[in-house]
């Protein structure tokens, strides 16, 4: 086998996905918020530094974090709602906040 992927070719996944005839949208949301946390921790945890904006204000808060690895020369953004932000920064240890988050004003 070939270490050089052609184009069309699809990486195989890492999880079984389960076929869910009635998909329950509470548990698949919470599925989807614990995978975006754990891989932003994941990202911070290698070095990453993560920028916080807010970019709309009102009833619905919706946040901006741009993350950013340097040394991989990596970059990706994310919207998240308050409720989602706010999960995170209380998984995510207090000295990694501090050291590795950004809030400009």
């Not at 389960?18 to 070095?47: C, F, H, M, N």
């Not at 916080?52 to 009102?58: D, H």
């Not at 690895?69 to 706010?86: F, K, N, V």
């Amino acid at each position: 086998m070939s270490t050089n992927r052609t184009a069309g070719n699809f990486r195989v996944m890492r999880h079984r996905r389960t076929l869910d005839i009635y998909p329950d949208p509470v548990r698949k949301r919470e599925r989807r918020i614990r995978a975006i946390i754990s891989s932003i921790q994941r990202d911070v945890d290698e070095g990453g530094r993560a920028r916080v904006r807010q970019i709309l204000k009102g009833p619905c808060e919706l946040y901006r974090l741009e993350l950013e690895l340097p040394e991989m020369s990596y970059q990706r953004t994310t919207i998240l709602d308050r409720d989602t932000l706010t999960e995170l920064l209380e998984q995510t240890p207090e000295e990694t906040v501090r050291q590795s988050f950004v809030f400009p004003r």
